[in-house]
């Protein structure tokens, strides 16, 4: 009869550990990347009788051996914030204090006040950083994104795709500068057509470039590219000529690009500034293309048809952009995009056994193995998914049914107590 209770008590015990366990999952079930957990029951077997048919074993009740958690997929919610991060795999977020490095599957990120992706408790994530360039590096630390910034870059080259009208007259007075005769270079006169460019210089500001396109002959074209003295505002200053020349099938045949033209921004920044205009690949050119892939001279309307050039002003960082395979997408105000960095991933040959330390964090522990880290999309890591969230995995239905089995084990054992106490209950009262 004390063997029962001692048994009693061990089923007590054991079945208020699977209520403590289960109501630690119910209390989670709304924690981003929260993982249940489960009790292991086994028995506890410590006593043999020996009778005529031989040894029997008796149970001494039970024990918990073991408290694991299911590290099954949650479901994924969908946000408004691109630092909202969800791993659709078997990888951890790496985050890190400075002193050490944890593991999370919460992807809940927010950006602190310098510029680092940060979890609630101030972990900052980890992952492959990347050059000025773009490029990614094998050096994992700190992601840092507000920081970044693209710098000036000047205009070197500009492409132009037009239709020079072949019905145009041909222009016998010369351009000039001052077209209303008043002295100054702030009217230019004795052209067909013009359009205008924007250009940028060392530091990255714009300014406003006129090209003018003057028929001299039959199939040749003079371009005269007009802009802005910046030591004489409002005064004008012709940076060069190019020459156009086409075939008897209106298709381009040198379009004088060889030579750029040299433009003065001022002392300021880095003069002269040389830009090449290259309006197609000729036929006279080396190596010759087919003349018609630019800009050509048809009887048709002047129209421009492509304008683009390389430079740009400097950016700061507008917006972020996260890929499937981890890569941060810097948007910028100037209009570039450059690549800041990439999330890095880690996995454990055996998660279950990784250590729990709260604020949804795991350490590794001697019996999980140490991590795999990788990009993500690589080695079985998992994807990264922005503006997503993973739910807890618990079951909330599975939960009440493992609550009201632990509930009647829990009962059940405490009536077997109380039947073994009225067991001895009547074994005293034998006396009277």
Sequence with gaps: MLTSLYSAISGLSANGIALSVIGDNVANMNTIGFKSSRVVFSDVLSQTITGVAGDSQVGRGVLVSDVSPLFTQGSFQSTASALDLAIDGEGFFIVSDGLGRYFTRAGQFFLDDEGR?????????????????????????????????????????????????ARAEIVTDPFTLDGNGDGTNDDPANFNFSTQITVYDSQGDAHELTAYFVKTADNTWEVHYVYEDPANPGQLLDAGTQTLTFGTSGELVDDGSATPISFNFGTAVVSPQDITFNYGTGTGETPPGTGLDGTTQFASEFAVLNLSQDG?????????????????????????????????????????????????????????????????????????????????????????????????????????????????????????
Aim: glycine share 10%; proline share 4%; hydrophobic share 40%.
């Design 117 to 165: 992706i940060v979890n609630a408790e101030g972990l900052v994530l980890q992952g492959y950083l990347a050059d000025a360039s773009g490029a990614i590096t094998g050096s994992l630390g700190d992601l840092v994104i507000t920081t970044q910034q693209t710098p000036a870059t000047p205009t070197t080259s500009v492409e132009l795709t037009l239709n020079l009208d």
């Design 312 to 432: 740009y002003p400097a950016g700061s960082l507008q917006n972020v952009n996260i890929e499937q395979d981890g890569t941060i997408t810097g948007i910028f105000t100037n209009g570039q995009t450059r690549v800041i960095g990439q999330v890095a991933l880690a996995k454990f040959a055996a998660p279950t056994e990784l250590t729990k330390l709260g604020g949804n964090l795991y350490a590794e522990s001697f019996n999980s193995g140490q991590p795999i880290i990788g990009p993500a999309s690589t080695g079985g890591l998992g994807r990264v998914l922005s503006n997503t969230l993973e739910l807890s995995n618990v079951d909330l239905a599975e939960e009440f049914i493992r609550m009201i089995t632990a509930q009647r084990g829990f009962q059940a054992n405490s009536r077997i107590i109380t039947t073994s106490d009225e067991l001895l209950q009547e074994l005293v009262n034998l006396k009277r």
